[in-house]
T-cell receptor, first 111, second 112 residues
Framework: DAGVIQSPRHEVTEMGQEVTLRCKPISGHDYLFWYRQTMMRGLELLIYFNNNVPIDDSGMPEDRFSAKMPNASFSTLKIQPSEPRDSAVYFC?????????FGPGTRLTVT | DQQVKQNSPSLSVQEGRISILNCDYTNSMFDYFLWYKKYPAEGPTFLISISSIKDKNEDGRFTVFLNKSAKHLSLHIVPSQPGDSAVYFCAAAPSGTYKYIFGTGTRLKVLA
């Protein structure tokens, strides 16, 4: 298996633009997680899905953030409009149990 | 309020010696704990886990110890190797959820 796939790996955008991050989980995994890593706050859970259904989105910082999982093999995290404080590394992870497998991350820079 | 704390931001150990990484938590509802290793520009990689019904779990060179009364867990790496140099995160989740809270990480450097 190729592992968790995230795209793009790097994204640079201007403040106010819409940003969409993509994730393909490991086949057979029924949980999908979105995390954000910053120097100030470390690695924090934004939202997670089970069988494509959002279970807990209490970590989503604002209404500007939204996540979807239209099917078992694809998820998106959208930021609209983006702000400089959204600059971070965003990780997607998937699992079928407690042990999560992370993707390589998307480094987002909002100028 | 940081529920999972890794109070040592960095640790240096000689090759072949034991590395001990520590993690403290405050939430008594946490019942499953994980350790991850992270190299630069990569996602975290799962290392080892432990549930609250155990006090020790071993996998090769890696052993995790859990002291529930002290709300403390530790990761032992024996013997340490230069390839173990990375940032190590502990994470904890309450019973019945996958809502993991991560510590801030400890950067381990194993000196050859």
């Amino acid at each position: 298996d190729a592992g968790v796939i995230q795209s793009p790996r790097h994204e640079v955008t201007e403040m106010g633009q819409e940003v969409t991050l993509r994730c393909k989980p490991i086949s057979g995994h029924d949980y999908l997680f979105w995390y954000r890593q910053t120097m100030m706050r470390g690695l924090e859970l934004l939202i997670y899905f089970n069988n494509n259904v959002p279970i807990d989105d209490s970590g989503m910082p604002e209404d500007r953030f939204s996540a979807k999982m239209p099917n078992a093999s694809f998820s998106t995290l959208k930021i609209q409009p983006s702000e400089p404080r959204d600059s971070a590394v965003y990780f997607c992870a998937s699992s079928w149990g407690y042990e999560q497998y992370f993707g390589p991350g998307t480094r987002l820079t909002v100028t | 309020d940081q529920q999972v704390k890794q109070n040592s931001p960095s640790l240096s150990v000689q090759e072949g010696r034991i590395s001990i990484l520590n993690c403290d938590y405050t939430n008594s509802m946490f019942d499953y704990f994980l350790w991850y290793k992270k190299y630069p520009a990569e996602g975290p990689t799962f290392l080892i886990s432990i549930s609250s019904i155990k006090d020790k779990n071993e996998d090769g060179r890696f052993t995790v110890f859990l002291n529930k009364s002290a709300k403390h867990l530790s990761l032992h790496i024996v013997p340490s190797q230069p390839g173990d140099s990375a940032v190590y995160f502990c994470a904890a989740a309450p019973s019945g959820t996958y809502k993991y809270i991560f510590g801030t990480g400890t950067r381990l450097k194993v000196l050859a």
